[in-house]
């Protein structure tokens, strides 16, 4: 079952060439280590945007090009078996694919970058992790 979720996943992203699935060891260590950092409540943002604001994904976008992403990254899928997702943007359309066929909430990892961006109850919250952009414990910026 798993196994036709992940699949219909990459149907749902045709700007978006999709290879392999991978599971969390396919991570950057360092990315590893800022990832549960970074889903603390007490975790500061990088940037956050009201919830009504009126372009919510041109802000994600705007963000996700301004960290240095790049157009290859890994993205989380929430997929069990099938977690994270290797991409390159193909197409204009790639941001609105992904947050149709994922959500609002997005963690991408390249090697040297890791977004994510979370929908909160009052604002949109964006965070930003590199190899010398780092968290402390309880998630605030080092």
């Avoid at 950092?37 to 919510?56: F, M």
């Avoid at 240095?68 to 989380?76: K, N, T, Y």
């Amino acid at each position: 079952m798993r196994r036709k979720e992940a699949e219909r996943l990459r149907d749902r992203l045709p700007s978006l060439e999709t290879g392999d699935f991978a599971t969390r060891e396919a991570l950057p260590p360092w990315a590893l280590e800022e990832l549960p950092k970074i889903a603390r409540t007490t975790a500061e943002p990088d940037a956050t945007l009201p919830e009504k604001a009126p372009d919510v994904r041109g802000w994600i976008r705007n963000f996700i090009l301004a960290s240095g992403m790049g157009d290859r990254f890994l993205v989380a899928t929430g997929i069990e078996g099938h977690q994270w997702l290797t991409v390159r943007i193909h197409g204009e359309s790639w941001l609105d694919e992904l947050v149709d066929a994922l959500g609002e909430d997005l963690r991408l990892v390249s090697p040297d970058v890791l977004v994510a961006i979370y929908a909160e109850e009052y604002e949109y919250q964006a965070f930003l992790a590199t190899p010398t952009h780092r968290r402390d414990a309880d998630g605030a910026i080092v």
